[in-house]
């Protein structure tokens, strides 16, 4: 039973007294959505619970990092077990170098890798390394994909950037921005034209290869093979950013799904298993690149953190082959169902999902680059997500936004949101 939200309203007071916007990142403001933002109190395996004490099954999981769902036991204890030995030395440990071999063991692409803080660190350091080793500025990303807050990606971008309509952020230097070339995701004549004309100018395209950052977009068949074989022909590196997919859409990310050689990777979010953590990795030539066994500058203080080390690799232990075969189940049943209750009371509705995430709109076409995706219905999808809330349903506050699964999900969580979704879409 839904009991309201009176503590969080006066907590997002006194929050926006002391914070920009009361948060610590933009979309958690729910400026896209009906009513003010929950504070969480809790997490428990699928479950959030906010401090109103309202529960909710949860499709937001921290933004995805959370694929064995909320303060999952074996997490809890690898965590707790680290800190009581020291949270942070400064240097080399074991457990860095064991997170590093099975994340090259699970992606054949990536040979070397380094542990960075969070997705946007790793972003911004493949494409350092993607400029150094090609030795161009230029690099090509896709309308609608987000890539983290670098100057170089904060153009036409995606996630809250896209919801909060801010399609080029003030403080980025013209000269930065000059030199990202923005193109639509799935239109790779685009891609080729580009090249044609500045192709020798190009270090790098970078991808999300399964874009989560405009609600769940699919690649076209061809689209993602081609962006390799492109920039192969060109020189320029082809990198993958796997901070969602990575560990999501399959074991070994989008790279194994689809089968693409990317040069280089970024991840994020489930590899630190619920902790500040990202990467970026690839071929052993460009990454020996990286300081100190070559000269392009990267550090820091915390990289390889000892607790974020053994929650990502606490985490990593539980995936496998039936993992992922359950996910896509879960993932069908529920975009079938979501799409079907839809239609029955006449509203359009489109979704996909690939692997352990999804996306759905109040569309009626389907959504396959960031223009169709912005053609969906906002306003239905603000009082929509409201609804969906006070029958226990905690979805990413925003229709442009990828929503998770995890192992937590039980087959009766997926019954009462479909329930929650049937009412819902009743009292739009
Ligand atoms: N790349 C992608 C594909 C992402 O989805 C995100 C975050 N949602 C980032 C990069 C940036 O990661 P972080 O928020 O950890 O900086």
Known sequence: ?????????????????????????????????????????????????????????????????????????D???????????????GAPTLLETELAKRVCQLMPSVEVVRMVNSGTEATMSALRVA???????????FIGCYHGHGDSFLVKAGSGVATLGLPDSP?????????TIALPYNDLDAVRETFAKVGEEIAAVIVEPVPGNMG???????????????TREYGALLIFDEVMTGFRVAMGGAQER????????????????GLPVGAFGGKRSMMELVAPAGPVYQAGTLSGNPLAMAAGLATLSHLNED???????????????????????????????????????????????????????????????????????????????????????????????????????KRL
Request: aromatic share 10%.
């Open 171 to 179: 403080g980025v230097p013209d000269g930065v921005s000059a030199n």
């Open 323 to 425: 993992v992922y075969r359950r996910f896509e189940e879960m993932g069908k049943r529920l975009v079938d169902g979501l799409v079907e209750a839809a239609r029955e009371k006449g509203i359009p509705a489109y979704a996909a999902a690939s692997g352990s995430m999804y996306g759905f709109y109040f569309s009626e076409e389907p959504v396959v680059d960031y223009e169709s995706a912005k053609r969906a219905d906002g306003r239905r999808f603000a009082k929509y997500h409201r609804l969906m809330l006070e029958r226990g349903v905690y979805l990413p506050p925003a229709q442009l936004e990828a929503r998770f699964l995890s192992t937590a999900h039980s087959d009766a969580d997926l019954e009462r949101t479909l329930e929650a979704h049937r009412d819902a879409l």
């Open 1 to 73: 039973m839904f009991q309201g939200t009176t503590r969080s309203e006066r907590a997002y007071e006194a929050a926006q007294k002391v914070m920009p916007g009361g948060v610590n990142s933009p979309v958690r403001a729910f400026h896209a959505v009906e009513g003010p933002p929950v504070f969480i109190a809790e997490g428990r395996g699928s479950h959030l619970i906010d401090i109103d004490g309202n529960e909710y099954i949860d499709y937001c999981l921290s933004w995805g990092p959370l694929i064995l769902g909320h303060a999952h036991p």
């Open 258 to 273: 689809f089968g693409i050689d990317p040069d280089l990777t970024t991840f994020g979010k489930v590899i630190g298993g």
């Open 131 to 141: 400029r150094a080793y090609t030795r161009r500025d230029r690099v090509v990303k």
């Open 216 to 230: 769940l977009v699919l690649p076209r068949a061809g689209f993602l093979e081609g962006l390799r074989e492109i």
């Open 75 to 89: 997490v809890v204890r690898a965590i707790a077990e680290t800190a009581a030995r020291g949270t942070s030395f």
